[in-house]
Structures are given as structure tokens and as C-alpha cells.
Nanobody, 121 residues
Framework: QVQLVESGGGLVQPGWSLRLSCAAS????????MGWYRQAPGKERELVAV???????DVADSVKDRFTISRDNAKKTVFLQMNRLKPEDTAVYYC???????????????WGQGTQVTVSS
């Protein structure tokens, strides 16, 4: 069973930085796109950033100049470096991975449990 385990969330002041990590494990034959989504209270989940297996990235306009997504394919891990955090970045951040499992013929979406990021003075 594929698992995504996130870490790195917390409470920080405006202007500070955080780095989120998400490690994938389990029956993974191929790990395709990996990404980060977030959901603030009362709002729908939104895409923050996604990175392909080849390293191509797509980052939401609202964070493009502050957040960077990267991955370590050998460790099956994706990172989100968040700089100059703002109160509006407060949300639960979820890791997502599109996985081809052993014996599977199509990609399956997996989600992490979520990690809380709170930006407040």
C-alpha cells in the first residue's frame, strides 16, 4: 500500500520560512507527478505547486515568487520551500502523488494526511 508522509508544518510569523517534505513509500513501480495542495478553513482545496518526474514545475500565481517545489527521485520525496510567508498562506497542506503501482495499468492518486501551516504574529 502506497503511503505519503508529510512533515515540516508549524506555526511561524509573517515573513518567516518553512520547508515541507513528503516521502512516498510502498508498492511503487513509477512515481509520476508529485505536488502540494492546500485547504484553508471554509475554502476549497487548491493547487499550490506540482512537479513532474522529469522536474518540470507548475506553481500557483499567488505563491510563484515565494514558493519553490523540488523532488529527490531516489528518495521518492517532494519538497515545498515556502519563503516570506503571509497570513493568507495559513492552511492545511496536502501532498499528492500520481503512482503506478506494481501490477497496475494506470496511475492512481494518493494523498498525505495533511500538515498544518499557520502564519500569525
Amino acid at each position: 500500500q502506497v503511503q505519503l508522509v508529510e512533515s515540516g508544518g508549524g506555526l511561524v510569523q509573517p515573513g518567516w520560512s518553512l520547508r515541507l517534505s513528503c516521502a512516498a513509500s510502498g508498492g511503487i513501480r513509477s512515481l509520476n507527478d508529485m505536488g502540494w495542495y492546500r485547504q484553508a478553513p471554509g475554502k476549497e482545496r487548491e493547487l499550490v505547486a506540482v512537479i513532474s518526474g522529469g522536474g518540470g514545475t507548475d506553481v500557483a500565481d499567488s505563491v510563484k515568487d515565494r514558493f519553490t517545489i523540488s523532488r529527490d527521485n531516489a528518495k521518492k520525496t517532494v519538497f515545498l520551500q515556502m519563503n516570506r510567508l503571509k497570513p493568507e498562506d495559513t492552511a492545511v497542506y496536502y501532498c499528492n502523488a500520481k503512482v503506478l503501482g506494481w501490477g497496475a495499468y494506470r496511475l492512481t492518486d494518493y494523498w498525505g494526511q495533511g500538515t498544518q501551516v499557520t502564519v500569525s504574529s
